[in-house]
């Protein structure tokens, strides 16, 4: 890592010291104005720019490449920077265009940026084992082939969390990555280091996988766009990990994003690349440019999952979108209704059951190999777990009877919703985690994200706001509903949370992640 | 049973003694004119002439209720006639026709049969055990509630194998069904009651299940269509088995029918029916009218699976379809290719321990638990099949890690043969078994079929001609490959066989299911 980021050419000046616990504005001291132009373009228009000759593919990634070194060094959020791999593609990019005057596809010298989890070829693949530290791998993952075949320029690998499995990000190899707004708040995780690159502006677009929250987590931590797509549509070759063949809750590959245009662009060109020719477990589902047929828009609120309620910052930022989409949206009749949790927390029992169906045993063992002590967010998911148990075959079976039995309930709540009207509701609207980004070790609730990974739902998140110092106070008298609704309540004050953004969450149907993403358009011109 | 088929009105005349071992001609001999008439009308021309007034439902399901008491008679392919739902529904349906001249769907008046596994409101469902005997539901499976709303008339129920895991058709409560060609041979399995009832012209469509071949070996044995779709496409709401919640191995529910027309029609308006809004298993891959792009067809053939050599029927039927297509069929430029078997024997060593990864106890014990004794083909496939052992949560891991790379090998080999001309194969021409319908007790080799269950791929079946006893003799000199290959090569010899169809499969690939009986009509073009 430390190899990588001394490319950096020319050299970052020096920091200030003391750093800020808001890093935001950096950039802006320590970065050419060019380069901060560059970074803050939206990467749909940077793309454009690209595409007639304004910029080159080598100045934008370079710009990229020095602002992801500076993010490494407030935020601890990088593996490793790519600076060769970026700059020989993107000087290969800009030489075609030259001779050719076109594009190389729709993603044109755009920079991007991935977990350490998808394998790069050449490079290291750990899945932040500190047993797998020196294992290699000698192909891409499918979903980097198919974003550089569009056009794209992998320039940064970023940070996860031990196993993979916590919604912050902290590694006995990496150790703990921050939050750009706020350092004593966690990035999220476990897609984290991609969550502080975009809080810090400092890569486009990134990929993450998500089987519990893992690219919407951090997203929303960061006041940015983030998604969990249905599982089976974008690529998933060349991830690797301890629990390969266990298929009880399904993960998904999807992108974390500064817009919301680049994060639909995304879907829209991966999948419109048929990736499923040679990936046969993906879903040829077309990518539909009119999902949402104009008219009705009927947005179900869920304001509390029932088992932990959302914060005051979160609530605030419910009330916010309701408040705007009951104003209207021209060309839009939009429907507004409350959406009633169903037994969120049973849902989670199974969900967390059906993580470790073998009772965590493969990861124990990856992590006593070498003597790597479970950190305390793996023991919370693992060993602490009160669902997680071996199972056998047959309590397996079990399981997922109950699971799709809990599907198939879900899917007739959801038609229910159009009893009236013949019309169900085209999404949900709710909190995206009890609270914005979390104090270190406090990410102790993920059931309003893998909710619907549970049901294999897409789910996308966008900001709202920051946190208000005033209005975010806490509510006098607050009885909390149980162990965990306190838990998350005692550790809350508006002081700890300092400028941290505030995200919300938009729920679709399984394989609806284009009305998924067309709603969310609407619903950010309800917020103007 | 018996008191569903004592409703049979007027009561059918009394068999001829002895019965003829190919009991094809009897309807002409013991139903009326018009029975015979209208059950061997294709069945879409039957729903055209429901909906221009011409024929009634009820006259229409009286003649194929009459027909399939018939077929229960000499063929004992029945677990019971649905005489009084039948009849009701159909009257209702020609009262709504009579008052608003309209009909109530694409496959208005037409009668549809299933294999007992699919519960049916009201009625046992004992999927063949004796342990379920008494077993009753309430609701209709969502397949038959789909066709029903779309306008079919479900009036019978047919026999299925001991565990539903043969592909022939004995069990400790109904006994054996048979051929309607050649009483000596198989009806096929594991929907062989409804192969029977095609062979014998005694339903229209039926709709049996698929995880090894079931729908379409027994299609395949009577001379008729039949296809497995890819799995996730057709509801599978309410079928009930001892296995719920194993998902190793994606079973499908599948039609077989008299026309390739009516197959295509069902596959077509179940899925046009978007079943995925109520069973969010399924996904929503629409249906494409036009699957393949006209001018160039490529079609790989499949000689033999290099385990157990297609017998000499077979082996002469693809040579008529091979030499059929290379004559050509206007407006397509057709190829043919050779296609290599790669590892047919490895994938069916996969297949079979998926099929059971609880190493049968679940199916061993129901039996059990009333003393059913396992029957001979249950044995050959569970207790006595080498590759079936109880997994543990790792072992079950590491099985399905091989099947998803046997799964990325076979797309990677199917995209190869598209890398001299960008064209990769449309479809593969195969055998659907090493034989035509077998000798009772003899279906032990299921890889033509389960191949592609293997790798979700949709197969279907189609009649290409019948056994010829000059023709199909057997090779002077044939040196067996091995154990397999002989054990059917020694059963063979064509006096056995006589009067059998012999048909053939073509398989496409993952959710090409539409590509598949595309292709299939350009096939049935060339034949002529």
């Known amino acids: 890592r430390d190899e990588?980021?001394?490319?950096?050419?020319?050299?970052?000046?020096?920091?200030?010291?003391?750093l800020p616990l808001n890093v935001t504005g950096l950039p802006a001291l320590l970065l050419t104005k060019e380069e901060c132009?560059?970074?803050?373009?939206?990467?749909?228009?940077?793309?454009?720019?690209?595409?007639?000759?304004?910029?080159?593919?080598?100045?934008?990634?370079?710009?990229?490449?020095?602002?992801?070194?500076?993010?490494?060094?407030?935020?601890?959020?990088?593996?490793?920077?790519?600076?060769?791999?970026?700059?020989?593609?993107?000087?290969?990019?800009d030489e075609y265009f030259q001779k050719t005057g076109k594009t190389l596809g729709p993603f044109h010298g755009l920079p991007i940026s991935?977990?350490?989890?998808?394998?790069?070829?050449?490079?290291?693949?750990?899945?932040?084992?500190?047993?797998?530290?020196?294992?290699?791998?000698?192909?891409?993952?499918?979903?980097?082939?198919?974003?550089?075949?569009?056009?794209?320029?992998?320039?940064?690998?970023?940070?996860?969390?031990?196993?993979?499995?916590?919604?912050?990000?902290?590694?006995?190899?990496?150790?703990?990555?921050?939050?750009?707004?706020?350092?004593?708040?966690?990035?999220?995780?476990?897609?984290?280091?991609?969550?502080?690159l975009l809080g810090f502006n400092a890569t486009?677009?990134?990929?993450?996988?998500?089987?519990?929250?893992?690219?919407?987590?951090?997203?929303?931590?960061?006041?940015?766009?983030?998604?969990?797509?249905?599982?089976?549509?974008?690529?998933?070759?060349?991830?690797?990990?301890?629990?390969?063949?266990?298929?009880?809750?399904?993960?998904?590959?999807?992108?974390?994003?500064?817009?919301?245009?680049?994060?639909?662009?995304?879907?829209?060109?991966?999948?419109?690349?048929?990736?499923?020719?040679?990936?046969?477990?993906?879903?040829?589902?077309?990518?539909?440019?009119?999902?949402?047929?104009?008219?009705?828009?009927k947005i179900g609120v869920l304001w509390s999952d029932g088992v932990v309620n959302p914060l005051p910052p979160v609530k605030r930022a419910l009330q916010i979108v309701v408040d705007a989409l009951k104003k209207g949206v021209p060309g839009w009749d939009i429907e507004v209704v409350p959406w009633e949790p169903k037994q969120h927390d049973y849902a989670w029992e199974l969900t967390s059951q059906l993580y470790y169906t073998d009772g965590g045993e493969k990861v124990l063992e990856l992590l006593a190999s070498v003597g790597e002590e479970p950190l305390p967010l793996t023991k919370w998911i693992l060993t602490e777990n009160p669902y997680v148990r071996k199972q056998d075959i047959h309590s397996l079976w079990e399981l997922h009877t109950k699971r799709d039995a809990y599907r198939t309930m879900y899917a007739?709540?959801?038609?229910?919703?159009?009893?009236?009207?013949?019309?169900?509701?085209?999404?949900?609207?709710?909190?995206?985690?009890?609270?914005v980004a979390c104090l270190h070790g406090t990410a102790k609730y993920w059931a309003y994200t893998s909710h619907w990974n549970f049901l294999d739902y897409p789910g996308a998140v966008f900001p709202v706001t920051t946190v208000d110092q005033e209005l975010d106070v806490r509510e006098k008298d607050y009885t909390p509903m149980n162990n965990q609704d306190k838990f998350f309540y005692d550790i809350y004050s508006p002081e700890k949370f300092v400028d941290a953004p505030i995200n919300l969450q938009l729920v679709a149907r399984r394989f609806n992640d284009d009305v998924l993403l067309q709603a969310m358009k609407i619903v950010e011109n309800a917020l103007g």
């Open 37 to 93: 132009e560059i970074t803050e373009t939206e990467p749909t228009e940077l793309v454009k720019k690209m595409a007639n000759g304004e910029l080159t593919a080598v100045t934008v990634v370079k710009s990229y490449l020095r602002r992801a070194a500076l993010a490494q060094k407030v935020l601890n959020c990088l593996t490793e920077l790519l600076w060769d791999r970026a700059i020989a593609r993107a000087t290969l990019m």
């Open 204 to 297: 486009p677009l990134g990929m993450g996988t998500d089987i519990g929250g893992s690219a919407r987590w951090p997203a929303a931590s960061n006041g940015r766009y983030g998604m969990r797509p249905t599982a089976g549509r974008v690529p998933m070759g060349g991830l690797i990990g301890p629990n390969a063949g266990a298929e009880s809750i399904s993960g998904a590959i999807g992108p974390l994003a500064q817009s919301r245009r680049v994060m639909e662009y995304f879907m829209k060109y991966v999948i419109g690349s048929k990736p499923w020719i040679t990936e046969p477990g993906l879903l040829p589902v077309p990518w539909r440019e009119q999902a949402l047929t104009p008219g009705k828009l």
């Open 4 to 18: 990588s980021c001394a490319k950096v050419d020319p050299p970052l000046p020096e920091l200030p010291d003391p």
């Open 114 to 196: 991935s977990k350490e989890h998808f394998s790069v070829k050449d490079r290291y693949v750990n899945a932040s084992f500190v047993a797998w530290a020196e294992k290699k791998v000698d192909k891409d993952a499918h979903v980097i082939e198919v974003m550089e075949s569009l056009g794209a320029v992998l320039f940064a690998r970023s940070t996860q969390p031990q196993t993979i499995m916590h919604v912050e990000t902290e590694t006995v190899l990496y150790g703990t990555s921050y939050n750009p707004y706020n350092r004593n708040l966690s990035c999220g995780g476990s897609t984290g280091g991609e969550g502080a």
């Open 412 to 435: 007739e709540y959801w038609n229910e919703s159009g009893k009236n009207d013949g019309h169900p509701a085209d999404i949900i609207l709710c909190p995206a985690a009890p609270g």
